[in-house]
């Protein structure tokens, strides 16, 4: 299932952008989801976040096996543990809306196709992370770019929202916007931890 299986142990490059990849199928599906409102996605994108923990689990698994690696350990275990919150927030967000009874609407769309777009740029990010730092670099700092313009696209949202008078509406869309929002935070966390690991590899 894992590509990184028939790999050298101690590639956790290949390790990190697997779970990337992963990352980003899962986000791919959750803004398909969106768009369609095919509950067999809502389901694909549970399946994909448990390929997912899989994947971090592996990765752990040989970090505590060895002995020496070409990342700190401490930001290895961080940025493989903020890629794996980021797909559980995709999983949590299909949970709420099913849970809430909601219809993904366009604003669920607009979020989740930032969010995508991010997520592409992290496995971008991670796949020049060992060869071009540079690049890495770069693509690093676009995602964070990305979590601003999300953070002013929730605002808006936000605030178009609360004109609505259906209290038990504001709410249940509101929790969903926040956590998308949140999605953002933690994609954005993670390439901060990525930036840092790469000022450490000189």
């Known amino acids: 299932m894992f590509k990184f299986r028939s790999k050298k142990r101690d590639n956790f490059y290949d390790m990190l952008l697997t779970q990337t990849e992963i990352v980003s199928k899962g986000m791919k599906t959750l803004y398909e989801y969106c768009i369609t409102h095919d509950d067999e996605l809502g389901k694909k994108v549970i399946l994909i976040e448990e390929e997912g923990d899989m994947a971090r689990r592996i990765l752990t698994d040989e970090l505590d096996n060895t002995f020496i690696t070409p990342i700190d350990r ?3 275990y ?4 903020e890629l794996d919150e980021v797909l559980d927030y995709a999983k949590t967000s299909v949970d709420e809306i099913r849970v809430f009874n909601l219809t993904p609407d366009e604003n669920m769309i607009e979020l989740t196709g930032a969010l995508l777009d991010m997520t ?3 496995v971008l990010a991670i796949s020049h992370m060992e060869k071009h730092k540079s690049i890495c670099q770069d693509e690093a700092i676009y995602v964070k770019s990305l979590e601003n313009k999300v953070g002013h696209m929730t605002t808006k949202i936000l605030a178009k929202l609360f004109e609505e008078e259906d209290h038990r509406k504001i ?4 929790e969903v916007y926040r956590h998308l929002n949140k999605t953002a935070d933690i994609a954005d966390a993670a390439m901060d931890t990525l930036l840092r690991i790469i000022v450490k590899m000189g």
Do not use: G, P, T
Not at 78 to 81: A, E, T
């Open 74 to 76: 401490e930001d290895l």
């Open 78 to 81: 961080k940025l493989s543990s």
């Open 120 to 122: 592409e740029h992290m």
């Open 171 to 174: 709410f249940k869309y509101r």
